[in-house]
């Protein structure tokens, strides 16, 4: 007998001994599981790999059934506070693995506190409308104004996702304000008092 028939036989010896349910004390069934991971079709979905199974939550056994829960930490990388919850099923006699993707969140770091964008884009165009001098503007020789974001909403104000949400609501606060007072987006975060028409 090779090895990877080994492996399996001892997985299905594993769970044949066990009850049908949730499954209490899932260390040995990762370590088993995890050594036949890759004789189950389908266990490359989500880039899911044998490793991450040491992540397994929520076991439950339905012969031929095996499902789980597994948090997945990829949308962290690009800023999120939240884990992904992905649940698996394993069918022991098919040698089939299956994602079902949308498992909902999991809030694993504290959320960003609500910053809202509209105030301080009228407290600046205020600013702005009355010339003003203020550490968040620079004023150009030619009358424009710019608007420096790294001052507003500095990078270490809260998660990456969270920093340009709120740049991009108060962009979009500020430039209808600044129109109804006369004012223009020349080009990216720069105004320009609109010239009456002569």
Known sequence: MNGENLAMQLLQRHLAALDPGAIADIGKLVALLAGCWHQFKGTHAQGMHAGKLARMEAAHWEPPLLSFSIERHGAMALGSTRAELQHWRVDLRRLQASCIKDRGYRQLLPRAEQVKA?????????????????????????????????????????????????????????TELLAARGWREVRRDVYSRETPAG
């Open 118 to 174: 509209e105030p301080i884009a009228t407290e600046l165009a205020d600013a702005i409308s009355a010339g003003r001098a203020d550490d968040r503007l620079k004023w150009g020789h030619d009358g424009t104004v710019r608007v420096v974001l790294t001052k507003v909403f500095p990078y270490g104000s809260g998660y990456m996702q969270t920093v340009a949400g709120r740049r991009k609501r108060f962009r979009a606060a500020l």
